[in-house]
T-cell receptor, first 116, second 113 residues
Framework: NAGVMQNPRHLVRRRGQEARLRCSPM?????VYWYRQLPEEGLKFMVY????????ESGMPKERFSAEFPKEGPSILRIQQVVRGDSAAYFC??????????????FGQGTRLTVV | AQSVTQLGSHVSVSEGALVLLRCNYS??????LFWYVQYPNQGLQLLLK??????LVKGINGFEAEFKKSETSFHLTKPSAHMSDAAEYFC???????????FGTGTSLTVIP
């Protein structure tokens, strides 16, 4: 059973370009979380999704950022018109939901975005 | 509302010494608590979790943590530090009704030879 797969591992974008980060959850997991980690900082929650549904996007910046988790295919975190401040490591995690609560979140290796 | 506070962003211990990383939580419902470890340029790996069973939880690599409701704490310990324990450690809280895992800001552990 493969773990959470994120790609690409490293992404370089020029200011103003779009960045697309992909996350394939573990098999059988229907819940995906996206976190951002800035240097010397902890993990900041961005968004929580189920398939075809955004559950909680309270951590998403109001502009330029969007996320989706379609019925088929990976979850996508999209950043439009990137700026230098978007440079960070973006982690995806997935979790199964048993009906009685969440178990632990399983993390991917992250995508390190560098905006030049 | 739920949150965690990790006291001490950097901790240094000598090889063979006790490791103690502090985590205090805030939760209005019974919490689920987690410790994760992150090695450089890697994702987070689960060390251990508390989900309302035994209050003393044993994890991987010789780590353990004790849930103390009266102190709202879930400190991580290891009797004897190894060089390979040098990493970033994150405490997190969730609940059986919550949507999110709330993470602390992390504690960077340095092990001195």
């Amino acid at each position: 059973n493969a773990g959470v797969m994120q790609n690409p591992r490293h992404l370089v974008r020029r200011r103003g370009q779009e960045a697309r980060l992909r996350c394939s959850p573990m098999k059988g997991h229907s819940h995906v979380y996206w976190y951002r980690q800035l240097p010397e900082e902890g993990l900041k929650f961005m968004v929580y999704l189920q398939k075809e549904n955004i559950i909680d996007e309270s951590g998403m910046p109001k502009e330029r950022f969007s996320a989706e988790f379609p019925k088929e295919g990976p979850s996508i975190l999209r950043i439009q018109q990137v700026v230098r401040g978007d440079s960070a490591a973006y982690f995806c995690a997935s979790s199964p939901y048993s009906g009685s609560g969440h178990t632990e979140a399983f993390f991917g290796q992250g995508t390190r975005l560098t905006v030049v | 509302a739920q949150s965690v506070t990790q006291l001490g962003s950097h901790v240094s211990v000598s090889e063979g010494a006790l490791v103690l990383l502090r985590c205090n939580y805030s939760s209005s419902v019974p919490p689920y608590l987690f410790w994760y470890v992150q090695y450089p340029n890697q994702g987070l790996q689960l060390l251990l979790k508390y989900t309302s069973a035994a209050t003393l939880v044993k994890g991987i690599n010789g780590f353990e943590a004790e849930f103390k409701k009266s102190e709202t704490s879930f400190h991580l310990t290891k009797p004897s530090a190894h060089m390979s324990d040098a990493a970033e450690y994150f405490c997190a809280v969730s609940s059986n009704t919550g949507n999110q895992f709330y993470f602390g800001t992390g504690t960077s552990l340095t092990v001195i030879p």
